[in-house]
């Protein structure tokens, strides 16, 4: 769920371990073809069954009611409130760190703007 925007929560330490920018381009490129052969795959699994419902109706149909209402519900509860979360702060990092440009910003407030976002 996060790895469309992994990009943005992560580009300053994947330069820093790569070492050089050939490197990290690299592995952003190869990093993006795994991610195109998963949407790929997912995007077949759409077709394959055609049903609305998205995630939901693929594991009730592959793994049976139960699988599907627990998978609903802990995405419900857990993945996207997280995946939201997440975004919300690297949003609200990137909004602040001009204003502290010799520090790093604040908790008390990258938490109120992305609770504010949120």
Known sequence: NIIGSGI???????LENAGSVGLALIVWILTGLITAVGALCYAELGVTIPKSGGDYSYVKDIFGGLAGFLRLWIAVLVIYPTNQAVIALTFS???LQPLFPTCFA?????????AICL
């Open 106 to 114: 604040p908790e008390s407030g990258l938490r109120l703007l992305a």
């Open 8 to 14: 943005f929560v992560s580009p300053k330490g994947v």
């Open 93 to 95: 990092n990137y909004v």
